[in-house]
T-cell receptor, first 119, second 108 residues
Framework: QVQLVQSRAEVKKPGASVMVSCKAS????????IHWERQAPGQGLEWLGL????????SYAQEFLGRVTMTRDTSTRTLYMELSSLRSEDTAVYYC????????????WGQGTLITVSS | EIVLTQSPGTLSLSPGGRATLSCRAS???????FAWYQQKPGQAPRLLIY???SRATGIPDRFSGSGSGTDFTLTISRLEPEDFAVYYC?????????FGQGTKLEIK
């Protein structure tokens, strides 16, 4: 079955960087885009960007340009999302989620990774 | 950026009732690129409806979507206890992809 298994929760200090991983299984890795979204405590969903695992091409939300980097490792079927210059407002659950195309709905989500930014 | 505004913020209904959730977009959204998600506490969202009217795999037919342009609706007929959750609308065409702020469907 399709699984997206994300890395564990982390606590980071303001100004630091964090990398969240997402290991995919149960489907053809290069056939599905991976989106990254986040959800601050008690808030709604926010889209950070997407990556095409087939060629590594990316598209980022304007708000996160310069701070977010999405990569993939096809040998281990793992996706990565790095967010730098962390601030308290970045405290959220970060999700990876797959979609068959760049303009297709996300159909499977990872379990989420809580990133807490606190001094 | 396409802003999605959902109403009402909270909807209180009884099991067996009918729920109508609305989502208004700040700019026209092509119907192919509009979806609804359900989220329960502590869980990731679940895809309910995509392309405005198509039910995702395994979604019961009491869930239906409609709309076009800037106004979209999710209807849940015959509410079951497991339907009480938060619902988000979502457009996945114009970058950044955006979500509504959510409608909480609670038991009356």
């Amino acid at each position: 079955q399709v699984q997206l298994v994300q890395s564990r929760a982390e606590v980071k200090k303001p100004g630091a960087s964090v990398m969240v991983s997402c290991k995919a299984s149960g489907y053809t890795f290069t056939n599905y885009y991976i989106h990254w979204e986040r959800q601050a405590p008690g808030q709604g969903l926010e889209w950070l960007g997407l990556i095409n695992p087939s060629d590594g091409s990316t598209s980022y939300a304007q708000e996160f340009l310069g701070r977010v980097t999405m990569t993939r490792d096809t040998s281990t079927r793992t996706l990565y999302m790095e967010l730098s210059s962390l601030r308290s407002e970045d405290t959220a659950v970060y999700y990876c989620a797959r979609a068959v195309g760049a303009h297709s709905p996300v159909d499977y989500w990872g379990q989420g990774t809580l990133i807490t930014v606190s001094s | 950026e396409i802003v999605l505004t959902q109403s009402p913020g909270t909807l209180s209904l009884s099991p067996g009732g009918r729920a109508t959730l609305s989502c208004r977009a700040s700019h026209s959204v092509t119907s192919r690129f509009f979806a609804w998600y359900q989220q329960k506490p502590g869980q990731a969202p679940r895809l309910l409806i995509y392309a405005t009217t198509s039910r995702a795999t395994g979604i019961p037919d009491r869930f239906s979507g409609s709309g076009s342009g800037t106004d979209f609706t999710l209807t849940i007929s015959r509410l079951e206890p497991e339907d009480f959750a938060v619902y988000y609308c979502h457009q996945y065409y114009g970058s950044p992809y955006t979500f509504g702020q959510g409608t909480k469907l609670e038991i009356k």
